[in-house]
Every structure is written in structure tokens, then in C-alpha cells.
Antibody, heavy 123, light 110 residues
Framework: QVQVVESGGGVVQPGRSLRLSCAAS????????MHWVRQAPGKGLEWVAV????????YYADSVKGRFTISRDNSKNTLDLQMDSLRAEDTGVYYC????????????????WGQGTTVTVSS | QSALTQPASVSGSPGQSITISCTGT?????????VSWYQQYPGEAPKLKIY???KRPSGVSTRFSGSRSGNTASLTISGLQAEDEGYYYC??????????FGGGTKVTVL
């Protein structure tokens, strides 16, 4: 079935790095843009980053720009989020999500979500 | 950019209709037909309920409908059921390559 599964979360000290991964299956991964969305404990959803289906473009929320890097490997059907210079406010559940429309219109809805992986930034 | 504005909570009795608003600006909700609505139960991932302002994904109940007037989008749930209780988030494209979410609305079925 169509699914995405996140991994790589954990506890990390402020200023350190962590790399999250998202494994996709059941669909043609290379045809869809992908997002990372996060949710701080007890808070709402916050968009983090998007990458085009072919990896040609990537965009970030101001809160993570310059610290996080989104990437993908279409040969392995995987999406990554490299998180550097982590801060306490980066704590939360990180979801990867598929763009609803293949090859374009990357901001017009996310129709497949993983269960999330938890990141805790604490000393 | 600031988050889109949603009421913190909305409640209704079974069978009633409720409407959740999502207020943005002319730079996001008012310009792009890229408003989506998500339902989230505690501890679970969000689920897409409405996309492109008014469209329902396959499998989503016709009790869910979306609309927009100016810079405010709305989600209406008709024939409210116990299973509709949860959190609802709107999102909109903002600027060329940014996405904004609303702060979320807790729906309570009385």
C-alpha cells in the first residue's frame, strides 16, 4: 500500500546535528514532491521544507533556513532531512508527507503522511 | 510570515453543522487556490480532508465541505458525528514557495 515511514529521531544536545529519513513505498516516489512538517509538543503543525519530485528545487521555512537541508534519493525511494545547529525549539514530531499532485503544484495538499519521528533537543 | 488564524475551539451537538474559519491575507488565502484542511486525532498523523479550497479527496465524507470568501477560508462539517471530534488545521500557499498552517481548531462534539 501507499505509505511513508520516518526514522532517525532521538534525543540530541543543543547545537548538535541529527538526520531524519523517510522511506516511501507503494507509489512512484520520483513523481512526487515531498514535504517535512513538524509539530512541537501540544502545538500545531509547522511546515519545514519541500523538495521537488526530481530534487531540482528545495524551499524552507524561515525558522530552519540555513540550518536544515532536505534531500532525496529517487533510486532508493528515500527522503532525508539533515538538521544542524539544533535548538530547543526544534523539538517535536517530524512528519514526511507526499504532495497530492505529481510533478508540480507542490503546495496544493499533502495526501500521504507518515506516523512521524520524535526529535528532542535537550541538554 | 505569521500563521493563519483559526478559532481555538468549536463545538456542536450531533447532527448539527459547524464551521471553522481560517483567516489569512491577500498574500496567501486570498490569492492562491491552494487552501487545504487536515483532520488530526491526538497521537496520530494528519489526514487530508479538503484541497484546493473546495475539493474532497476520494473517500472523504460529503459532510465535509470547503469554501472561501476574500482572505478567509472555511471548513463546514454537516451532520456532526462523534468521530469528527479532533483537531483541524488549514494550510495555504504563501508567496511563491512557502506554506503556512493555521494554529488549529479543536472540535468538540457535545
Amino acid at each position: 500500500q501507499v505509505q511513508v515511514v520516518e526514522s532517525g529521531g532521538g534525543v540530541v544536545q543543543p547545537g548538535r546535528s541529527l538526520r531524519l529519513s523517510c522511506a516511501a513505498s507503494g507509489f512512484t516516489f520520483s513523481s512526487f514532491g515531498m514535504h517535512w512538517v513538524r509539530q512541537a509538543p501540544g502545538k500545531g503543525l509547522e511546515w519545514v521544507a519541500v523538495i521537488w519530485h526530481d530534487g531540482s528545487k528545495e524551499y524552507y521555512a524561515d525558522s530552519v533556513k540555513g540550518r536544515f537541508t532536505i534531500s532525496r534519493d529517487n533510486s532508493k525511494n528515500t527522503l532525508d532531512l539533515q538538521m544542524d545547529s539544533l535548538r530547543a525549539e526544534d523539538t517535536g514530531v517530524y512528519y514526511c508527507a507526499r504532495c497530492r499532485v505529481a510533478a508540480g503544484f507542490n503546495f496544493y495538499g499533502m495526501d500521504v503522511w507518515g506516523q512521524g519521528t520524535t526529535v528532542t533537543v535537550s541538554s | 510570515q505569521s500563521a493563519l488564524t483559526q478559532p481555538a475551539s468549536v463545538s456542536g451537538s450531533p447532527g448539527q453543522s459547524i464551521t471553522i474559519s481560517c483567516t489569512g491575507t491577500s498574500s496567501d488565502v486570498g490569492t492562491y487556490a491552494a487552501v487545504s484542511w487536515y483532520q488530526q486525532y491526538p497521537g496520530e498523523a494528519p489526514k487530508l480532508k479538503i484541497y484546493e479550497v473546495t475539493k474532497r479527496p476520494s473517500g472523504v465524507s460529503t459532510r465535509f465541505s470547503g469554501s472561501r470568501s476574500g482572505n478567509t477560508a472555511s471548513l463546514t462539517i454537516s451532520g456532526l458525528q462523534a468521530e469528527d471530534e479532533g483537531y483541524y488545521y488549514c494550510s495555504s500557499k504563501a508567496g511563491s514557495f512557502t506554506l503556512l498552517f493555521g494554529g488549529g481548531t479543536k472540535v468538540t462534539v457535545l
